[in-house]
């Protein structure tokens, strides 16, 4: 049999005009090499949008896609992501199902307490199909722990896991922060496990499971992305083949990185290494990703003339440019030791260390400090499903008044 694997399209997850396509154009290209090689099935890993609600015109783009599929008789198989849910529990693939253009396989039911799967049998190859969903915060671990894997280990023929989870054997250093779940928890004996929602790419046979694969994003979704992987892609599995892993590549854009290190360097002296950099190079239809860090010997960052540079790549025909500083500090800088701990804590630090700082007639340091928690967290409620943008700001500013007594 012959199938694709991929996952992370985070359709709508760029906002910069020249980049907000890149996504949906991955998506096209995925399906039409899938489409060109005839498959017999897609897996699809989660996270399709990078929204629950997407956009129409976003949505409208995924629809002629997988209707492009189900007119060559190939099954889309898939599962929700972690960016896939709202609030309420909905999803947007819920409506490609009902429209016949998609097959969620996470299909059963809670007997006696325990989580039982069933399979979703694909009729041209026989392979059996389940999988578990992915939720923010490795909220699906209660599934995973409530679900009963006898019958899914027992089961016969070639079985495939979908899941949107990240392993904590196999996750990457980088990636260490990132919630994660023990390989223990995915039941054994599977001959394909299609991972999704850690973006690298990766796969390994692992003893006593079988094949696990991460494809990685269909594109990278921001600057560290591009730096890092430059490109995404996909997987292709024929299981005829020896080799029956192929890794593809899709690249809309060539990459160009540069990191450089800044320390004991002035202003001019960083701007003429640039240059230095991309003189005489043929960016076009390049991605360029600028990192810069260290210290300077003299000035401040700002003093770079970033507009020449940009300037001079745009000459080189660069399609895009994007550029990191945060790490790159003046002469001038003092380096700020905040504690580590969780959001809330820190922000209760920095809180407490600045209050009454500022003298407001009749407002106490207590008082400040309770109006200050209570601004902060107004302003960082999102706006509810279904609400309007004037029903949300409404409520918002009404919030806001409550606080400051208006």
Same mark, same amino acid.
């Given at each position: 049999m012959r199938f694709a694997h991929l996952a992370d399209v985070h359709i709508g997850s760029w906002r910069d005009p020249k980049l907000k396509s890149a996504s949906t154009d991955a998506f096209i290209k995925a399906i039409d090499e899938c489409l060109s090689r005839a498959v017999d099935f897609v897996l699809f890993s989660g996270d399709l949008f990078n929204t629950a609600m997407p956009p129409v015109d976003l949505l409208k783009i995924?629809? /002629?896609?997988?209707?492009?599929?189900?007119?060559?008789s190939i099954p889309f198989y898939l599962i929700a992501g972690s960016h896939d849910f709202a609030a309420s529990g909905k999803t947007m693939l819920d409506v490609l199902e009902e429209a016949g253009l998609a097959v969620n396989v996470v299909k059963g039911g809670v007997e006696e307490n325990k989580l039982i799967l069933r399979f979703s049998v694909d009729e041209k190859t026989g392979a059996k199909i389940t999988g578990m969903i992915g939720k923010k915060g490795m909220l699906e671990r209660s599934y995973y722990e409530s679900l009963d894997k006898t019958n899914l280990e027992d089961e016969t023929g070639f079985k495939i896991f979908m899941f949107h989870t990240a392993l904590s054997e196999f996750k990457p250093k980088e990636l260490e922060q990132m919630d994660a779940a023990p390989l223990s928890l995915l039941p054994k004996c599977f001959d394909y496990y299609a991972g999704g929602h850690v973006h690298y790419i990766f796969d390994k046979n692992e003893e006593g499971y079988g094949r696990i694969v991460y494809p990685?994003?269909?594109?990278?979704?921001?600057?560290?992305?591009?730096?890092?992987?430059?490109? /995404?892609?996909? $997987?292709?599995?024929? #299981?005829?083949?020896?080799?029956?892993?192929? $890794?593809?590549?899709?690249?809309? $854009?060539?990459?160009?990185?540069?990191?450089?290190?800044?320390? /004991?360097?002035?202003?001019? *002296?960083?701007?003429?290494?640039?240059?230095?950099?991309?003189?005489?190079?043929?960016?076009?239809?390049?991605?360029? #990703?600028?990192?810069?860090?260290?210290?300077?010997s003299s000035g401040k960052p700002s003093d770079i003339d970033f507009n020449m540079i940009h300037s001079t790549l745009d000459s080189a025909g660069a399609y895009f440019v994007?550029?990191?500083?945060?790490?790159?500090?003046?002469?001038?800088?003092?380096?700020?030791?905040?504690? *580590?701990?969780?959001?809330?804590?820190?922000?209760?630090?920095?809180?407490?260390?600045?209050?009454?700082?500022?003298?407001?007639?009749?407002?106490?340091?207590?008082?400040e400090r309770i109006m200050t928690e209570g601004m902060m967290g107004a302003l960082s409620q999102e706006k509810r499903e279904g609400e309007t943008k004037t029903d949300y700001e409404k409520r918002l500013k009404e919030e806001i008044d409550r606080i400051l007594k208006l």
């Amino acid at each position: 049999m012959r199938f694709a694997h991929l996952a992370d399209v985070h359709i709508g997850s760029w906002r910069d005009p020249k980049l907000k396509s890149a996504s949906t154009d991955a998506f096209i290209k995925a399906i039409d090499e899938c489409l060109s090689r005839a498959v017999d099935f897609v897996l699809f890993s989660g996270d399709l949008f990078n929204t629950a609600m997407p956009p129409v015109d976003l949505l409208k783009i995924v629809v /002629g896609k997988l209707k492009s599929l189900k007119d060559a008789s190939i099954p889309f198989y898939l599962i929700a992501g972690s960016h896939d849910f709202a609030a309420s529990g909905k999803t947007m693939l819920d409506v490609l199902e009902e429209a016949g253009l998609a097959v969620n396989v996470v299909k059963g039911g809670v007997e006696e307490n325990k989580l039982i799967l069933r399979f979703s049998v694909d009729e041209k190859t026989g392979a059996k199909i389940t999988g578990m969903i992915g939720k923010k915060g490795m909220l699906e671990r209660s599934y995973y722990e409530s679900l009963d894997k006898t019958n899914l280990e027992d089961e016969t023929g070639f079985k495939i896991f979908m899941f949107h989870t990240a392993l904590s054997e196999f996750k990457p250093k980088e990636l260490e922060q990132m919630d994660a779940a023990p390989l223990s928890l995915l039941p054994k004996c599977f001959d394909y496990y299609a991972g999704g929602h850690v973006h690298y790419i990766f796969d390994k046979n692992e003893e006593g499971y079988g094949r696990i694969v991460y494809p990685g994003p269909l594109f990278p979704c921001n600057f560290k992305e591009i730096e890092d992987l430059g490109h /995404g892609g996909l $997987y292709f599995i024929d #299981t005829e083949k020896d080799e029956w892993l192929e $890794y593809f590549p899709l690249e809309l $854009y060539a990459s160009f990185k540069i990191k450089l290190d800044c320390a /004991g360097m002035n202003p001019n *002296q960083v701007e003429d290494e640039l240059l230095s950099l991309v003189n005489g190079k043929d960016l076009s239809n390049h991605i360029v #990703t600028m990192r810069l860090v260290g210290r300077l010997s003299s000035g401040k960052p700002s003093d770079i003339d970033f507009n020449m540079i940009h300037s001079t790549l745009d000459s080189a025909g660069a399609y895009f440019v994007m550029r990191n500083t945060t790490k790159l500090t003046g002469e001038d800088f003092e380096e700020v030791k905040v504690e *580590q701990g969780s959001v809330d804590e820190v922000e209760g630090k920095l809180i407490r260390e600045h209050v009454g700082q500022v003298s407001v007639e009749n407002l106490t340091p207590e008082d400040e400090r309770i109006m200050t928690e209570g601004m902060m967290g107004a302003l960082s409620q999102e706006k509810r499903e279904g609400e309007t943008k004037t029903d949300y700001e409404k409520r918002l500013k009404e919030e806001i008044d409550r606080i400051l007594k208006l």
